[in-house]
């Protein structure tokens, strides 16, 4: 009798063990941030890389579901194509946390990487986990969830539009004055200039908050709306404070610098501003201390709100055409005058990072609350030190600032922007119906 009693305190504490470690909703945020390195590593642009969030998380999200009809909605019928989840059977043994991570992985590698990009990081968990007792049934039951939902997420990607934009016709640069060219030091072809012809999530259609046009290119009278953007950029960067740096460089989230020392050229890499509000959600759930469930759920709405965001904010881009101010400060006032932080290769009007992060906001100040204060500590690891907020709202009105002290974007750009991609995030959070309590 005793060495029975032994026997099922060993069993049920090696049980114990592995749920400990594969229900903890850091797991999840640690695994989005792996997948956020790969997409770093792969020099995805911003707008490419949300892509790959967004069906990742949506299929974690619809793991998740599975398991708790009476919390959370599926997405199914919310999203626009979105018509079925095809679920195995039932099976008891599955463990949907395991399921939600490895749909996750799946589906992040599947949508823009190559194959077995994320297989090291997958066998390392799975590892820790059966080191920890999980047992082999759970962990079949769980892959045979995970890939049926996967599978359902992937087909809906391909008929999103994606690969029908790879073959596009490309930009045509025409050197006119006021509308967008190349700029220093890569001199690089206009980023995805098709990117408002993607699917989106929930928004009616690319450009359904169309934005007042830019100010009227006049860099030759002085009383003009648009010589007052210029000169005010020009002023602002000459000029910038440490602060002002520091806030500048904490929002710069470009996914690839190009150095130049003498004759010497290396390029660097950061993650990109839909990759730092990865970063953030994860904070925020911790900060929160939500369960897995919540974990998700934040991922999938806040990774939604962005994808639809570029989407909108390309079809303005690409029908305005601006210049940026680099181009037009060189031409006109100072040859050697140059940005804080390197431009982009897109054009000025209007600005992304101020859309997407006022649309993150929005996603997720309706899980989280407003007023809800935290540190935002994303940028460590790139050498930059933390910047704390009172709420995601501020945040991304701290980022409308950061791009005009990087000289990247007009102050007008960034204040539209971000009241346009506050109505995006707005509708994100009222029309999806995810959460039934």
């Known amino acids: 009798m005793g060495l029975c ?21 850091e797991l999840f945020s640690q695994t989005v941030h792996e997948l956020n390195t790969v997409v770093m590593g792969n020099n995805f642009p911003p707008m490419v890389a949300a892509r790959n969030y967004v069906y990742a998380a949506i299929a974690a999200y619809e793991v998740m579901v599975s398991g708790h009809p009476d919390e959370y909605q599926s997405l199914v019928g919310q999203v626009k194509g979105l018509k079925s989840i095809s679920l195995p059977a039932a099976d008891k043994n599955a ?22 990009s994320m297989q090291v990081y997958k066998d390392s968990i ?53 509308r967008w060219i190349p700029t220093p030091p890569l001199y690089a072809s206009a980023a995805e200039p098709h990117w408002m012809e993607i699917r989106p999530m929930v928004i009616d259609s690319a450009g359904v908050f169309a934005p007042p046009p830019p100010p009227d290119f006049n860099i030759t009278d002085k009383k003009s709306k648009y010589y007052s953007e210029v000169m005010a950029i020009k002023n602002a960067v000459d000029s910038l404070t440490p602060e002002q740096k520091h806030i500048a460089e904490f929002w710069d989230d470009n996914p690839f610098k190009m150095n130049v020392t003498g004759h010497v050229m290396y390029g660097s890499k950061k993650f990109s501003p839909s990759g730092h509000w990865m970063s953030v959600i994860g904070i925020a759930a911790k900060t929160a201390k939500a369960d897995y469930p919540t974990t998700v759920y934040a991922f999938a709405k806040t990774s939604i709100a962005l994808f639809d965001a570029f989407i909108e904010c390309w079809y303005v881009k690409y029908k305005y055409n601006t210049v940026r101010p680099e181009t037009v400060i060189n031409k006109y006032l100072d040859a050697n005058w140059r940005p804080y932080l390197q431009t982009p290769a897109f054009p000025e009007y209007t600005c992304g990072h101020s859309t997407i992060s006022s649309s993150a906001a929005e996603a997720l100040t309706s899980v989280f609350g407003d007023h809800f204060a935290y540190t935002d500590s994303t940028e460590l ?16 009105l701290e980022n409308n600032w950061a791009r005009f002290y990087g000289g990247l974007h007009f102050h007008n750009s960034c204040i539209i922007s971000t009241d346009i991609g506050s109505k995006v995030g707005q509708m994100v959070a009222d029309r999806l119906k995810m959460k039934k309590k």
């Open 126 to 178: 799975l590892k820790v986990a059966r080191d920890k007792g999980l047992p082999s049934e759970t962990e079949k039951a769980s892959q045979v969830l995970a890939d049926s939902v996967s599978a359902s997420i992937i087909r809906w990607s391909k008929k999103d539009n994606y690969l029908e934009t790879r073959g596009a016709e490309k930009y045509t640069v025409l050197d006119i004055p006021g």
């Open 5 to 25: 009693v032994v026997v099922c305190l060993i069993a049920c504490r090696k049980n114990e063990e592995y749920k400990t470690y594969l229900h903890n909703p």
């Open 381 to 396: 690891e790139f050498g930059i030190k933390n910047r704390s907020f009172k709420s995601f709202r501020d945040a991304a």
């Open 95 to 116: 463990d949907l946390e395991l399921a939600a991570l490895l749909a996750y992985m799946k589906v992040g590698e599947a949508v823009t990487f190559p194959e077995g």
